[in-house]
Nanobody, 124 residues
């Protein structure tokens, strides 16, 4: 069982940037693909980005493509989400998730472990 802790959320103006981090511990000798999801108030949790175990494959939701970049450093057991050109509609709690598979998943049910979430608020 892997434990995930997100950090890096906060309040930023529209057009600004934030970098989220997700530190993994426990069970990290297994191969995990990783994903970022977000949940706005009153809405379902939605897929944002995912990265394969090796980092060679990434996938993004259309709403963030070209603005967000997912990356990972397996030596540090950490996954990052660089968010640029932020918009007010990006405001949500962002969750990191781990999937005990080499390949990317885009659905919440494909992920086995979740972090507690970090709040991102984008003001207009």
């Amino acid at each position: 069982q892997v434990q995930l802790v997100e950090s890096g959320g906060g309040l930023v103006q529209a057009g600004g940037s934030l970098r989220l981090s997700c530190a993994a511990s426990g069970g990290t000798r297994n191969s995990y693909s990783m994903g970022w999801f977000r949940q706005a108030p009153g809405k379902e949790r939605e897929f944002v980005a995912a990265i394969s175990w090796s980092g060679s494959s990434t996938y993004y939701a259309d709403s963030v493509k070209g603005r967000f970049t997912i990356s990972r450093d397996n030596a540090k057991n950490t996954v990052y989400l660089q968010m640029d050109s932020l918009k007010p509609e990006d405001t949500a709690v962002f969750y990191c998730a781990a999937r005990k598979e080499l390949l990317i998943g885009v659905r919440t049910w494909e992920y086995d472990n979740w972090g507690q979430g970090t709040q991102v608020t984008v003001s207009s």
